[in-house]
Nanobody, 115 residues
Framework: QVQFVESGGGLVQPGGSLRLSCTTT????????LGWYRQVPGKERRWVAR???????RYSDSVKGRFTISKDNAKNTLFLQMNSLEPEDTAVYYC?????????WGQGTQVTVSS
């Protein structure tokens, strides 16, 4: 069973940085688009950053200029560098393909931005 496993979350003060990682047993080179999503209680999960096989990236307006998505195909690992974090970035962060595959969701990693 393929699943993504996220790590790297935590508590950080506003203006701080975190780097999230995501690994899977699935070969990244077989995946067209990978993405980072986030979800807050009561709201639907939404993608915030995406990267395709050619390593072209896109970001949601809410994180553009602050977050950077990257990947290491040799290690089947996806990264999200988050800088200038804001309280509004508080959420559980997940990775998955885009479009997402229901059975691939992991447990996510909690990011809390608070002073």
């Amino acid at each position: 069973q393929v699943q993504f496993v996220e790590s790297g979350g935590g508590l950080v003060q506003p203006g701080g940085s975190l780097r999230l990682s995501c690994t899977t047993t699935k070969n990244f080179e077989t995946i067209g688009v990978l993405g980072w999503y986030r979800q807050v209680p009561g709201k639907e999960r939404r993608w915030v950053a995406r990267i395709n096989a050619a390593e072209s990236t896109r970001y949601s307006d809410s994180v553009k200029g602050r977050f950077t998505i990257s990947k290491d195909n040799a290690k089947n690992t996806l990264f999200l560098q988050m800088n200038s974090l804001e309280p509004e970035d508080t959420a559980v962060y997940y990775c998955n393909e885009i479009p997402s595959v229901a059975g691939f969701w992991g447990q996510g990693t909690q990011v809390t931005v608070s002073s």
